[in-house]
């Protein structure tokens, strides 16, 4: 069935390093895919998407390219902050044919300390 | 825009009780509706798709007579947990997607709940 692997976390890093958090998916259909981001005791927030091959999601520094042939949505920020802690999900949705349903990885913790 | 906000933000009943927790659409109309239960340090995993005026289709496992779904207008849809027991607690989440911009779920901020 259609699912989504992320990296396990937690991941630590110190503030201003690069950060990747790797994200593959398996899709029977053609597939959008997105970035949530989940800060402390709030709900999700839109990061980015794409919605074709090769397509690449930015937001806040934020990056992602749908890599089809990869099947791959690896999450990259060439600097992070501490304000970046919080918990990113990858998720994917496949329309048109489908309701709208969104499949979520499990999540990755990021920790940036000063 | 597209704002999707939740009440209440937490919630704490006893056991054998019922809690109702309400999601709405504040600036546009939600054709579907989607509940989602997180548990501490975890995904999200989709209880229940809705749409306006029809039954909700539940995912697998999900205890329809347990949580009931109600979306009767546009704008409005709830989830009750009826009977509510401690294995209950969680976080309940749900998100709306706009007819025009069916790609994307709009997320409430989530509503914790404890059963004591």
């Known amino acids: 069935g259609d699912s989504v692997t992320q990296m396990e976390g937690p991941v630590t890093l110190s503030e201003e390093a690069f950060l990747t958090i790797n994200c593959t998916y398996t899709a029977t259909g053609y597939p959008s895919l997105f970035w949530y981001v989940q800060y402390p005791g709030e709900g999700l927030q839109l990061l980015l998407k794409a919605t074709k091959a090769d397509d690449k999601g930015s937001n806040k520094g934020f990056e992602a390219t749908y890599r089809k042939e990869t099947t791959s949505f690896h999450l990259e920020k060439g600097s992070v902050q501490v304000s970046d802690s919080a918990v990113y999900f990858c998720?994917?949705?496949?329309?048109?044919?489908?309701?709208?349903?969104?499949?979520f990885g499990a999540g990755t913790r990021l920790a940036v300390h000063p | 825009g597209a704002v999707v906000s939740q009440h209440p933000s937490w919630v704490i009943c006893k056991s054998g009780t019922s809690v109702k927790i309400e999601c709405r659409s504040l600036d546009f109309q939600a054709t579907t509706m989607f509940w989602y239960r997180q548990f501490p340090k975890q995904s999200l995993m989709l209880m229940a798709t809705s749409n306006e005026g029809s039954k909700a289709t539940y995912e697998q496992g999900v205890e329809k007579d347990k949580f009931l779904i109600n979306h009767a207008s546009l704008t409005l849809s709830t989830l009750t947990v009826t009977s509510a027991h401690p294995e209950d607690s969680s976080f309940y989440i749900c998100s709306a997607t706009d007819e025009g911009r069916p790609y994307e779920q709009y997320f409430g901020p989530g509503t914790r709940l404890t059963v004591t």
């Open positions: 998720a994917l949705t496949l329309l048109p044919g489908g309701y709208n349903k969104l499949i």
